[in-house]
């Protein structure tokens, strides 16, 4: 591999994906998948230390999930190129992703040849998104019902996110680095935002919204409660 070569840190929870795109990637002249991490904070630690040139990033990890991973990076370099690469196929997911600071978004759905030319994309300074998000992006607006995407700063998001995928205030605290009483502020914050006043009302509107996936039958009560 010679010296000009791109490196790229991928991160993703499953090690058989991560084996699957390095392998992509590597076949690829000029790029160079130098460094791996299962989860957010582990990202965040190997970026500060190998400062890749391209970061690919899925969003649903345990621990600090994607979005918060893609604000930290930033933060600590404003220059930082990431990608991210997941499963999740909603536009609100794609638009937090960017407000956060990804420079594309791609879904695994997508043909291999998506990732790569979304990789050159965002190598050449352009927003890179795979067809069936640029095609969710466009029909995205709900009428008459108050947006997640539109309304919602990233960090709101990926608590809305975190207590949606079950996670406790107490848990989501801790893996943000902030006290319970946050957690809690900011959760009743996303219910005034988005207008409504339950716990219920705020798992409907995830669903109609593609934030959640329909319930079992019999299941009730809202993610994240005892």
Do not use: C
Request: charged share 25%; hydrophobic share 45%.
């Amino acid at each position: 591999m010679t010296t000009s070569a791109k490196k790229i840190m991928l991160v993703d929870d499953h090690a058989i994906v991560r084996e699957g795109y390095r392998s992509l990637l590597g076949k690829q002249p000029g790029l160079q998948v130098a460094a791996e991490a299962g989860d957010g904070a582990e990202a965040y630690r190997l970026y500060k230390q190998l400062m890749p040139d391209l970061v690919i990033m899925d969003l649903t990890m345990p621990g600090l999930g994607g979005i918060e991973a893609i604000k930290r990076i930033k933060q600590w370099d404003p220059k930082a190129r990431i990608l991210v690469f997941t499963m999740h196929q909603n536009a609100a997911y794609a638009v937090q992703a960017i407000k956060a600071g990804a420079k594309g978004f791609v879904t695994k759905s997508s043909p291999p040849e998506a990732l790569i030319a979304a990789v050159f994309d965002v190598f050449k300074g352009r927003i890179a998104l795979s067809a069936d998000i640029d095609r969710e992006l466009a029909q995205s607006h709900v009428a008459g019902q108050p947006s997640a995407v539109d309304i919602l700063t990233p960090r709101e998001f990926e608590i809305l996110r975190m207590l949606l995928a079950e996670r406790s205030a107490g848990e989501i605290a801790a893996t943000l680095n902030v006290s319970p009483k946050t957690v809690a502020n900011t959760r009743y914050l996303v219910k005034s935002k988005l207008g409504v006043a339950t716990d219920i009302e705020l798992v409907r509107l995830a669903l109609r919204q593609g934030l959640l996936a329909a319930p079992e039958a019999g299941t009730t009560d809202f993610p994240g409660e005892p």
